[in-house]
């Protein structure tokens, strides 16, 4: 079995998720993307879209509007402009 990511979502107003999941799914400006455990580092700017996460067999999804998406060896931030918790 795969590692877990660990994955933050934070918009100017506060933290809507923190914690380890097995992937996250996001709008980059430049294609869509999709991070894994152990991914290889990089950075990248974000368009209006749905983030979603998924862990242990459940998805959830937030809207973002904007902002940006930081791959890192210890996991995925995303800071978004604006940010909702989205219903699927």
């Known amino acids: 079995m795969a590692g877990k990511l660990h994955f933050s979502l934070v918009s100017p107003e506060r933290e809507l998720f ?7 799914d996001a ?9 894994l455990a ?18 242990d067999g459940k998805v959830l ?4 509007e904007g902002g940006f998406a930081d791959v890192t ?8 402009e604006k940010a909702v918790e989205a219903a699927i």
């Open 18 to 24: 923190s914690g380890e999941v097995d992937q996250v």
């Open 27 to 35: 709008p980059g400006s430049e294609g869509d993307f999709g991070v």
């Open 38 to 55: 152990g991914h290889a580092p990089f950075m990248t700017t974000l368009k209006t879209g749905r983030v979603k996460v998924y862990n």
């Open 61 to 64: 999804a937030f809207d973002v």
């Open 73 to 80: 060896p210890d996991g995925l931030t995303v800071l978004a």
